[in-house]
């Protein structure tokens, strides 16, 4: 069963709660130089670069944009790893958004993004996978910001935020090739994220 390849939502992978992997998965994303950024990367030669040390591997999407050409990447992952991504996700801070001044307006305001994703879809070589909706644990969390970021906003400095998504956890793959393609929607269809990967382990 396709169940028994995946995390749900309610697991504790390698002793952490699943939305704690999520900050982990944020915190790299934003740390990493936006010439060097794995979310902007075409090929999935930059793969490689922020990975956890050990037990988990991360990939990502793009950020969702009313462009409907998805990147392409090979990428190997090391054995034994299990492999986190998002199909859609969203995230919100006090710099980003200065009007919201209190953790309940960070809050309310990704739920709101949340309301308007429309599809959110998963296959690994054909069989399809359901991503889990996973808000960030904590439901605040801090975040650091360097001079070059993806989020387009000045650094360096600190943050607080918050985030939600679609997310697919997947157990560590045994030696091979897959092929994993993913796709996501939201404001009502607008705006889309996804990627298509072969992964060699």
């Known amino acids: ?10 697991s504790k992978p390698y002793g952490r709660s699943y939305g704690q992997w999520t900050v982990d998965w944020w915190k790299c ?3 990493i130089p936006t010439y060097d950024n794995p979310v902007l990367d075409k090929t999935g030669q930059k793969s490689d670069l922020g990975q ?11 950020f969702p944009d ?13 054995r034994d790893r299990s ?5 859609l996700n969203c995230e919100a801070s006090y710099l980003e958004y200065p009007h919201l001044t209190k953790a309940d307006d960070l809050l309310k305001h990704i739920d709101n993004d949340m309301k308007t994703v429309v599809k959110r879809r998963c296959s690994v070589n054909g069989l399809n996978i359901e991503p889990q909706r996973v808000p960030s644990d904590p439901l605040i969390f801090n975040l650091q910001i360097p001079e070059d970021n993806v989020l387009e906003i000045e ?25 994993v393609d993913f796709e996501g929607s939201c404001e009502f269809g607008r705006l889309r994220s996804g990627a298509w990967y072969t992964l060699r382990v």
């Open 52 to 62: 956890p040390t050990s037990y988990v591997w991360f990939l990502a999407g793009i």
């Open 155 to 179: 650094g360096p400095s600190n943050t607080e935020a918050t985030a939600d998504g679609f997310w697919v956890f997947l157990k560590p793959l045994s030696q091979g090739c897959y092929k």
């Open 83 to 87: 492999v986190l991504f998002p199909i």
């Open 66 to 78: 009313v462009d409907h050409e998805f990147p392409h990447r090979e990428v190997t992952v090391p």
């Open 29 to 31: 994303a934003v740390s």
């Open 1 to 10: 069963m396709a169940e028994e390849i995946f995390y749900l939502a309610g």
